[in-house]
């Protein structure tokens, strides 16, 4: 069974710090990693989608790569942000389109503050 | 589109009594999941759909939980009896059918269950 964690729970750094945050999974057979935001009493948005072939994705000050070899994934976010403060959370889904290739398995998430 | 539509945003109930969360996912999504999030056990799948018809209900904690799918447009997910450790946010996505690597899931904004 697909587990997968994210270290630490919560950080907190200073505005205008780049920070990482850490995943890793278990089963290294995946379709493809996903990262998302998550807001106080909202549901979850899409922030990058890397296809297991890849090994970086890229947006605006978001960059995640991969290394499906050794199960992990990070998140890097460049000049931190107020803005930025939420829980980010990271999915894989196993690998076979049609075999299951939508049933996401989900980190807790690291909780995010970004101090001004 | 106005995104993924669940009702109630919030619920409070009494143990024993029925629940039934309600679901509108994006126009055109063939794929409906509906998720269970709490503090201990993070974002757990609870079953899903394809074209109205149920996939996988093995996320389904048991037999009290059901949940229906009558047309494309809405779904139902329904506790009956409710107990307290049903307490959690119980979130519905829908996903486009293209069996592309780069398809994400789109998230409601959750229904907050607390059962006294």
């Known amino acids: 069974k697909q587990e997968v964690t994210q270290i630490p729970a919560a950080l907190s750094v200073p505005e205008g710090e780049n920070l990482v945050l850490n995943c890793s999974f278990t089963?290294?057979?995946?379709?493809?990693l996903q990262w998302f935001r998550q807001d106080p009493g909202k549901g979850l948005t899409s922030l990058l989608l890397i296809q297991s072939s890849q090994r970086e994705q890229t947006s605006g000050r978001l960059n995640a790569s991969l290394d499906k070899s050794s199960g992990r994934s990070t998140l890097y976010i460049a000049a931190s942000q107020p803005g930025d403060s939420a829980t980010y959370l990271c999915a894989v889904s196993p690998t076979e389109p049609g075999a299951g290739s939508y049933q996401l398995t989900f980190g807790k998430g690291t909780k995010l503050s970004v101090i001004p | 589109d106005a995104g993924v539509i669940q009702s109630p945003r919030h619920e409070v109930t009494e143990m024993g009594q029925e629940v039934t969360l309600r679901c509108k996912p994006i126009s055109g999504h063939d794929y409906l999941f509906w998720y269970r999030q709490t503090m201990m056990r993070g974002l757990e799948l609870l079953i899903y759909?394809?074209?109205?018809?149920?996939?996988?209900d093995s996320g389904m904690p048991e037999d009290r939980f059901s949940a229906k799918m009558p047309n494309a447009s809405f779904s139902t997910l329904k506790i009956q009896p409710s107990e307290p450790r049903d307490s959690a946010v119980y979130f519905c996505?829908?996903?486009?059918?293209?069996?592309?690597?780069?398809?994400?899931?789109?998230f409601g904004p959750g229904t907050r269950l607390t059962v006294l």
């Open positions: 996505a829908s996903n486009p059918d293209g069996w592309s690597s780069t398809d994400t899931q789109y």
């Open positions: 759909f394809n074209n109205n018809v149920p996939i996988d």
């Open positions: 089963d290294s057979a995946i379709y493809n």
